[in-house]
């Protein structure tokens, strides 16, 4: 079935430091969506990606969309402590409104 | 009710038992879904329901059970339950585009 992985599984960095987490699909994705959790908290929404090529940025944060439309990235620039959680990235089905979650990228920092 | 609400917040269960977690929404969302969280293998989806009255199954739906008589609510029942069901559930809405999902605080659950 439809698949989506997402490396690394864990990272620890230094607060300052830089943070990427990758995901890639095995299929053709409508569109990629990127959400953060918390520590005992539940998944929020941090943003959707549709177009080939796309890139979109959030203060600290960038986010890609691969040409193809099967990979993705995140990446973090100079981490702070409140950039503790875990990253996830889900891949939108062709047709369909279900989301293919990623195993989830853990990232801590040390202050 | 802002959001999404699920009950219980956790709960341990005996193997056997049967076991409906409850979700509600307040936004109107026509797609609703379920997910459990296990360490490592990051959200799996076990039904979803694109809007009221229809429902689908998704990565993992064996053991588990949903309805959808409305628009706010979308039960998840365990018949019998059985120690790998041991996870976290989470509930989700969003709106008919698949746009943005909306999570519910989680319920722990535990069988025994």
């Known amino acids: 079935g439809q698949q989506v992985m997402q490396i690394p599984q864990y990272q620890h960095v230094q607060e300052g430091e830089d943070f990427t987490t990758y995901c890639n699909s095995s299929t053709t994705l409508s569109n990629i969506q990127w959400y953060k959790q918390r520590p005992g908290g539940h998944p929020v929404f941090l943003i959707q990606?549709?177009?080939?090529?796309e890139v979109k940025k959030q203060k600290r944060l960038t986010f890609q969309f691969g040409e193809a439309k099967k990979n993705s990235s995140l990446h973090i620039t100079a981490t702070q402590t409140t950039d503790v959680g875990t990253y996830f990235c889900?891949?939108?089905?062709?047709?369909?409104?279900?989301?293919?979650f990623g195993q989830g990228t853990r990232l801590t920092i040390n202050p | 009710i802002a959001g999404i609400t699920q009950a219980p917040t956790s709960q341990i269960l005996a193997a056997g038992r049967r076991m409906t977690l409850r979700c509600t929404q307040d936004?109107?969302?026509?797609?609703m879904y379920w997910y459990r969280q296990d360490l490592g293998l990051g959200l799996r989806l076990i039904h979803y329901s694109n809007t009221a009255g229809t429902t689908g199954k998704g990565e993992v739906p064996d053991g588990y059970s949903v309805s959808r008589a409305n628009t706010d609510d979308f039960p998840l029942t365990l018949a019998s339950a059985v120690p790998s069901q041991t996870s976290v559930y989470f509930c989700a809405s969003s709106d008919l585009y698949g746009n943005e999902q909306f999570f519910g605080p989680g319920t722990r659950l535990t069988v025994l």
């Open positions: 889900a891949g939108g089905i062709q047709g369909a409104q279900k989301l293919v």
């Open positions: 990606l549709v177009k080939s090529g």
């Open positions: 936004m109107r969302h026509n797609a």
